[in-house]
């Protein structure tokens, strides 16, 4: 199958509304180019990740503005579409950084809340609440597990998304400049210690003076980086093989020895 990531730079000058029309547009231009089967965006592209005064104010319903644009973006390009994520508004008023996930016939395949939110004392962990359940979503090539941005750090949270059947992450973020270090480090370690594809897309530009890391990446489930942006706005599209997954983890079963995490064995009677 063949994958996109779309590393937008988001210009603060430009309107919220302008933005969702260009990146529809990008989304279908991207498409019919490349051929792609599924199209990834960054997280919070339609208000910056750092642009936490926005929050509110652009916070969404799940089916608003954003979600109606990519549900249709995804259907005239016949392609899965990750939306990336955008600030959402529960009905009963909490915020969540909520990833969207679309197929080919614009029906929402997936949403996933963000678990792990960035911020420490601050900014989004203060300002949004938590999610609280793990998220896949299947097309007929393999099984995606999402996460999203901080969620890189926590590992426990794809050995999750591993046992509910994932063979290929999608992560979209809002990486900042200065731990672009981490950022790559985080996206092979995540590939290589659970055997799967890693497809983290990044923005470019800066978040509310944030300057972001940009280099989006696609690792493969040995560590194998197989394509790399740089720091602006670049798409990159890879050609994926999900019987690689399975083949790494035949050839080198390490996920079978786990022990820790796992259900514990069942006890045979007294005296057997």
Not at 41 to 63: K, M
Not at 131 to 147: P, V
Not at 197 to 220: E, K, M, R, W
């Amino acid at each position: 199958m063949r994958a996109s990531l779309i590393q937008i730079a988001v210009d603060e000058g430009e309107a919220v509304n302008s933005r969702r029309s260009r990146v529809a547009s990008l989304v279908r231009e991207v498409s019919a180019r490349d051929g792609s089967d599924l199209v990834v965006l960054p997280e919070l592209w339609t208000t910056g990740a750092f642009a936490y005064e926005s929050f509110a104010d652009e916070a969404e319903p799940l089916e608003g503005p954003t979600y109606e644009a990519m549900s249709k973006a995804a259907s005239e390009a016949g392609v899965w579409l990750h939306a990336g994520s955008i600030p959402e508004r529960d009905p009963d008023g909490p915020l969540y950084n909520t990833s969207l996930v679309f197929s080919p016939a614009g029906e929402l395949a997936a949403a996933y809340r963000k678990i792990h939110r960035f911020g420490f004392d601050k900014g989004e962990a203060v300002m949004m609440a938590a999610g609280s359940e793990l998220a896949t979503f299947r097309t007929q090539d393999a099984t995606f597990g999402l996460a999203t941005c901080y969620d890189l750090r926590f590992p426990e949270l794809f050995r999750g998304l591993v046992d509910a059947g994932a063979e290929m992450f999608v992560v979209p973020a809002g990486w900042p400049a200065r731990r672009l270090e981490h950022w790559l480090l985080f996206a092979r370690a995540r590939a290589v210690e659970d055997q799967v594809y890693v497809l983290a897309c990044g923005t470019g530009g800066a978040h509310a003076g944030v300057p972001q890391a940009g280099h989006s990446v696609v690792v493969d489930p040995w560590g194998e980086v197989l394509a790399e942006a740089g720091e602006g706005e670049e798409v990159l599209t890879v050609d994926l093989d999900p019987g690689r997954v399975s083949a790494t983890r035949e050839q080198f079963p390490a996920l079978k020895d786990r022990l820790l995490g796992q259900a514990p064995p069942k006890r045979g009677a007294r005296g057997a």
